[in-house]
Structures are given as C-alpha cells and as structure tokens.
C-alpha cells in the first residue's frame, strides 16, 4: 500500500484537453512536491507546495495543496503533446523519508 | 556542474552476485536518498541519510545495503542478487528535507538473469 495514491494511473487525451491529477494519503505532510519524469531520465521537481490550501500556478498547471495537507492536485489548462510523461507527487513525513506516490502517465496526442 | 552522478547507466547480473551501485553528488547537500522503479511504477524509497554517518531504512530496504562515509558518496550494495532486484535504480540527494528540491542522478538500469 502506497502512503500516497495517485490517480488516475493512465490517462490519454488529446491536445487542447484539459485534465487534474489527484495525489491523496491520510497522513499529513510538511509539504508536498510534484516531479515530471520523460522517459530514460530521473525525475525533475515542477514545484513544492507547502500551507494547506496553497495555489501555485506554472504556466498552464495549476497545483494545489488540501486544507488539511493530505493531497493535492495538479490541473493542467489546454494539454499540450510536450506535456506527455510521468507526473510523480512526493511527500515529506517524519523520519526525514521523502516519499513518491505511484505515479500518473499522462500521454497528450496531437 | 555535475549534480547527481551515478554509475554504472546499464548493468546485467546473474542470480547470486553482487555489486555497488555507485552515487556522487557535488552539491554538499546532506540528504541523500536511493530509489527504485519499476516499470511504469512510482518509485519506492530503498534507504536514506541524512548526513556522513547516518542512514535509515526506507520502504522496501530488504536485499540492499548502504553507507555514507563521506557527505558527497553514497553507495548501494546489492549482496545477493534476485530477479525481484531487476529494476531502475535512482539516487537523489537534497539539502534539507523540507521543501527544498530533490535532485536526480540519470538511473542505473539492473537486470538480474
């Protein structure tokens, strides 16, 4: 059992959609992260949220942390084929462990 | 600037034997963690240190050793290796634990035949 779940595992949709991950646990985390991993590469940080009901927007995603820190979703406005690959969230919990969730792969198709 | 180095990118092992995942990092940061993924999969946190000296068990430690001899290496050992072992290995490091960015190496990719 994953401390944090992902869903959906899959998605594909196509260009100009939009779409929202969703990373949920019930523990409470310090802060949460959120990684895109391409293929062949580790995975590289997008942003770090940190205070419960925190927005944070980068360009077309917009993430958002829960009130009570247990999840946070990222949505993504007008998906574009460049933002095909595996969004990860990672938290931090007691015992310094930084923890990922399962993962979600997004494929974008033009 | 470097960052994470690991070595080596490709390894193929047969059942039983042994070897060291190699990882460096440049950055003087304190934290360093071993990851691995397998297909498709999330990645499930093997062991980590918080500091020379120090490491920790993380969610799937069994078959792995570590140490941290020196801020900059940390290396993974396997002893044994099990097919079950066949997997991406990741090692990241960071400063603190707190939202601060964890950095990536490229992955070693394992196979155990």
């Known amino acids: 059992t994953q401390l944090l779940e992902q869903s959906p595992q899959f998605l594909s949709i196509q260009e100009g959609e939009n779409l929202t991950v969703y990373c949920n646990s019930s523990?409470?985390?310090?802060?949460l992260q959120w990684y895109r991993q391409e293929p062949g590469e580790g995975p590289v940080l997008l942003v770090t949220?940190?205070?419960?009901?925190e927005v944070k927007k980068l360009k077309r995603l917009t993430f958002q942390f829960g009130d009570a820190r247990k999840d946070s979703s990222l949505h993504i406005t007008a998906a574009q084929p460049g933002d095909t690959g595996l969004y990860l969230c990672?938290?931090?919990?007691?015992?310094?462990?930084?923890?990922f969730g399962g993962g979600t792969r997004l494929m974008v198709k033009p | 600037n470097a960052g994470v180095t690991q070595t080596p990118k490709f390894r193929i092992l047969k059942i039983g034997q042994s070897m060291t995942l190699q990882c460096a990092q440049d950055?003087?940061?304190?934290?360093m963690y071993w990851y691995r993924q397998d297909p498709g999969m999330g990645l499930k946190l093997i062991y980590y240190?918080?500091?020379?000296?120090?490491?920790d068990k993380g969610e799937v430690p069994n078959g792995y050793n570590v140490s941290r001899s020196t801020t900059e290496d940390f290396p993974l050992r396997l002893e044994l290796a099990a097919p079950s072992q066949t997997s991406v290995y990741f090692c990241?490091?960071?400063?603190?634990?707190?939202?601060?960015?964890?950095?990536f190496g490229q992955g070693t990719r394992l196979t155990v035949v």
């Open positions: 990241a490091s960071s400063y603190s634990i707190r939202n601060t960015e964890a950095f």
């Open positions: 523990s409470v985390f310090s802060s």
């Open positions: 949220v940190v205070t419960g009901g």
């Open positions: 990672a938290g931090a919990k007691a015992g310094n462990m930084l923890t």
């Open positions: 950055m003087n940061h304190n934290y």
């Open positions: 240190s918080v500091g020379a000296g120090i490491t």
